[in-house]
């Protein structure tokens, strides 16, 4: 068993009051390889003192500043504040999720991921899933399946 901090070797950034680290997780087989893979939700992280992963190979760090990633990473979007897995697509691969339940009235992005690269990102709010559109402070987001 290891244990994680935002001071353990190969963890980006370092840690700051509020930032929550690992305040959600989720994993899964993510990239295909036959390995499970773990999503470390940081709601409130300070975006410029991240500078990678959480351990070496393969590793991604991923915010609303990530190329490929919808939306700008605003004050209060809370991007991370929650993470989750579901096989969004039917194609038997869970697929990461993060929630940003402060985006508006919040949004679920759908993470497809390879071994070591971010190959797309889609957001979701709750109108695009079929739902009545949301307002401000419905939060949606703030609970994903893990």
Do not use: C
């Not at 590793?59 to 990633?69: G, M």
């Not at 949004?107 to 991921?113: I, N, Q, Y």
């Not at 070591?116 to 979701?124: I, P, V």
């Amino acid at each position: 068993m290891k244990l994680f901090d935002q001071d353990s070797p190969g963890i980006s950034g370092a840690p700051e009051m509020e930032d929550y680290f690992a305040s959600s997780l989720a994993a899964g087989d993510f990239d295909g390889d036959g390995t499970d893979d773990l999503v470390v939700g940081m709601r409130s992280e300070e975006l410029n003192s991240a500078t990678g992963g959480v351990i070496t190979k393969g590793a991604l760090w991923i915010d609303q500043d990530t190329d490929k990633v919808p939306g700008d990473p605003v004050v209060g979007d809370h991007f991370g504040w929650t993470v989750g897995a579901l096989d969004t697509d039917g194609n038997g691969r869970v697929e990461p999720l993060v929630g940003a339940p402060g985006n508006a009235a919040g949004t679920v992005t759908v993470l497809k991921v390879k071994p070591g690269t971010l190959e797309s990102a889609t957001a979701f709010a709750e109108a695009d899933l079929g739902f009545a559109a949301g307002s401000d402070g419905d939060a949606f987001g703030a609970a994903l399946p893990h």
